[in-house]
């Protein structure tokens, strides 16, 4: 199993960046597939980037797509995302998940692990 813990949330002004950052521990972070969703208040779980295991393949939600960078630093146990123009829309509690797969799913359910949450508000 692998546990899971977000940080890197914030206030910010749009048009602003944050780093998240989802550390990972307990088992090889290298053999997960890696991904950020987000949720806001009266809304679904949404996709928002994913990572494969070596980090050479990614993808993105249309919605972040040119603003948003998914990366990972295997030797840290890290994964990361840089949110620069940042809008109100984008705000959520932003999840990192994780799965032991070289497939990258796209959607929530393909995801057994997950962090506690960390708050993104992006004030007008």
């Known amino acids: 199993q692998v546990q899971l813990v977000e940080s890197g949330g914030g206030l910010v002004q749009a048009g602003g960046s944050l780093r998240l950052s989802c550390a990972a521990s307990g088992s090889t972070f290298s053999s997960y597939a890696m991904a950020w969703f987000r949720q806001a208040p009266g809304k679904e779980r949404e996709f928002v980037a994913a990572?494969?295991?070596?980090?050479?393949?990614?993808s993105y939600a249309a919605s972040v797509k040119g603003r948003f960078t998914i990366s990972r630093d295997n030797a840290k146990n890290t994964m990361y995302l840089q949110m620069n123009s940042l809008k109100p829309e984008d705000t959520a509690v932003y999840y990192c998940a994780a799965e032991r797969s070289r497939v990258v799913p796209v959607i929530a359910a393909g995801y057994d692990y997950w962090g506690q949450g960390t708050q993104v508000t992006v004030s007008s």
């Open positions: 990572i494969s295991w070596g980090g050479g393949s990614t």
